[in-house]
């Protein structure tokens, strides 16, 4: 019984430090600070990155007078991220039945691009979340 009310007393220990911000670093534990500290800089490097990434496949895209949005059904979720940001009024939503045998859903969304009002901006392609919207050659 003793054993178990040592344990006890040292969870309770340890879980009053580590809500303090006072657990010992000198051990070779690291303390909340530097792990908050570690994270936020990780969390810099890592958003670096990934807009670095987000900057080339920028530069990639196709766009202008020459180029029009085109959508991937398969991976359009039907978010409407892609009809906030058109300026043009060149995509709608349109209903669809959802081909999932185990989803029982009766209406699912779709984005259609209306060419002929397409510029080419390339903010619908900027805005998708699932890289649905590619720009292809008119």
């Known amino acids: 019984m003793t054993l178990a009310k040592s344990t006890r007393h040292q969870y309770v220990w340890i879980h009053n430090r580590i809500i303090e911000n006072q657990w010992p670093t000198g051990r070779g534990v690291t303390g909340i600070p530097d792990l908050e500290a570690?994270?936020?800089s990780?969390?810099?490097r890592i958003?670096?990155?990934l807009d670095?990434?987000?900057a080339e496949d920028q530069a990639k895209l196709k766009g202008g007078e020459s180029a029009v949005a085109w959508v991937k059904e398969a991976q359009c979720i039907g978010c409407d991220q892609c009809t906030i940001v058109c300026d043009d009024d060149a995509i709608e939503l349109y209903d669809t039945p959802?081909?999932?045998p185990i989803m029982d859903i009766e209406v699912n969304r779709k984005a259609k691009i209306i060419r002929e009002e397409c510029?080419?901006?390339q903010l619908c392609v900027l805005a998708c979340p699932t890289d649905a919207i590619l720009m292809?050659?008119?």
């Open 119 to 121: 510029t080419g901006c």
């Open 38 to 40: 570690r994270r936020s």
């Open 52 to 54: 670095a990434m987000r």
């Open 42 to 44: 990780e969390q810099k």
């Open 98 to 100: 959802l081909a999932s």
């Open 47 to 49: 958003r670096m990155m």
């Open 136 to 138: 292809i050659d008119r």
